[in-house]
């Protein structure tokens, strides 16, 4: 059909084009990608029409509106698929451990989003923080305070993105003020849930934080309303650190491990993620891998609160679902390039470094399949959502006289990814349109 039935004359966009067919872990990097070095992506409407070779599409499409990225490379939008976006305002707060930095910093700041006005501005400003380091798609936890997810779903709105939050559910081990009950986590929780889940691109996750700020009653609670609502998502924590661990076990006398303290009341499942998921024992891998829940690597936090090295290749080879995420502010970065950098550091801490290829995957597809969104985004194809990001691979001098002479595709990329940030996104287009 031509152009003009669709009403909208579509755009063009010129560059460098990178789509993945497969799965990098499971095949050869080279068999993992459709690579264009003069390619084109056909937007029309808020979709990708069409991914190809530049001189086919504009010959195809000559009315469309041509935007020229020149050497730029045109991939999906990147998937964050764990952040705190109150914590942004502390960000780099220095040197505790989990359980001294939720109180010592991360805890006061929650309590300020009892304002509207207030998680408004942080929602704003994390969005268009993360927007200019080229995420597009986020999975955020909220505070306890209703507005903040209000607030989250409302800037998300105002910018057509695709994002998943909750509210943060705590009845234990944490200030007064941050406090709900089993009965008002549930009821603010469907309230939430009725009136966002599936609104435009918004989604909800059933957020109860982790088992030790949550009693069995507010667990059970949560487990109610996801086996009432199993289409939405449902993210908490687990195992992150060892002495985290040792608490949950003295708190739940009856569990088997961690793992259990979710799966006795109803809050394992496919559509479950789980952030960090570092000191895991083989029930929980085997628990997990069974149920196809989603694992969520977090790898900036991880060496910045000193949580300890996850096991991507191990994981992955058992075939895990695995996302990445910067777990914004408990990670240093709001980058998903930097993201990628310390996941490939962590990897070559456990003698398993990942290639380009894999932490561009799990930046894009990794993530958006552990949301359950990958039919929609994290790929540059057909049928997708336009949510895209345009790398400059020179955007450094000294990246530029390192990929200047790179001899393939992975050589000129490997560059930005370790040493690359938000001076690296040459643009973003969401839900097909420049951002
Ligand atoms: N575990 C429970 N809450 C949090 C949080 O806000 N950040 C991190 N990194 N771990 C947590
Ligand atoms: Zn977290």
Redesign the pocket.
């Known amino acids: 059909m031509s152009d003009e039935h669709f009403g909208q004359n579509p755009v063009l966009l010129l560059g460098q084009t990178l789509s993945f067919t497969a799965n990098p872990f499971d095949v050869p990097f080279d068999d993992a990608v459709q690579y264009e070095s003069a390619g084109a992506v056909l937007i029309r409407g808020g979709q990708i029409a069409a991914v190809g070779q530049a001189e086919t599409l504009r010959a195809l499409h000559p009315m469309a509106r041509i935007v020229d990225y020149g050497k730029g490379l045109i991939m999906a939008g990147f998937v964050d698929a764990h952040v705190?976006y109150p914590?942004t305002a502390i960000i780099a707060s220095w040197g505790k451990r989990?359980i001294d930095?939720?109180n010592s910093y991360?805890f006061p700041e929650e309590i300020r989003f009892s304002s509207k006005t207030y998680a408004a501005d942080i929602a704003g400003r994390y969005l268009d923080l993360t927007k200019a380091h080229g995420t597009t798609t986020v999975a955020s936890?909220g505070t306890i305070h209703p507005v903040s997810v209000d607030a989250f779903f409302e800037e998300a709105q105002k910018r057509n993105q695709r994002v998943v939050a909750g509210k943060t559910c705590m009845d234990r081990n944490a200030p007064e003020a941050l406090m709900d009950t089993a009965q008002t986590a549930y009821d603010q929780s469907k309230q939430l849930l009725t009136t966002w889940h599936n609104v435009d691109r918004l989604s909800y996750a059933i957020t109860p934080?982790?088992s030790?700020?949550s009693t069995p009653e507010q667990l059970e609670a949560m487990g109610a309303l996801w086996a009432e609502h199993p289409d939405c998502l449902m993210q908490t924590?687990l195992s992150?650190q060892t002495d985290?661990i040792d608490w949950v076990m003295g708190m739940f006398s009856d569990a088997r491990d961690y793992l259990d303290t979710y799966e006795a009341f109803g809050l394992l499942g496919e559509r479950g993620l789980y952030?960090?998921a570092i000191h895991l024992t083989d029930r929980e891998k085997a628990r997990l891998k069974e149920v196809g829940a989603g694992l969520v690597h977090?790898p900036t936090?991880n060496t910045f609160?000193g949580?300890g090295l996850f096991d991507m290749a191990g994981l992955m080879a058992a075939g895990h679902n695995v996302g990445l995420a910067t777990?914004t502010g408990?990670?240093s970065s709001f980058s998903m390039l930097r993201t990628m950098a310390a996941a490939y550091e962590v990897g070559q801490l456990r003698h398993t470094p990942l290639h380009a290829s894999q932490l561009l995957w799990l930046a894009t597809q990794g993530s958006a399949r552990a949301l359950h969104l990958d039919d929609r985004i994290g790929n540059l194809a057909a049928g997708m959502e336009a949510d895209l990001v345009v790398l400059d691979l020179a955007s450094t001098d000294a990246i530029a006289q390192r990929t200047s002479h790179a001899e393939d595709l992975w050589e000129s990329l490997f560059p930005t990814i370790m040493m690359g940030d938000d001076r690296a996104i040459r643009a973003v287009w969401i839900n097909g349109k420049a951002a």
Do not use: M, N, V
């Open positions: 705190h914590q989990l930095w939720l991360t936890y934080r982790f030790p700020t924590h992150e985290e952030g960090h977090c936090s609160i949580s777990d408990g990670g």
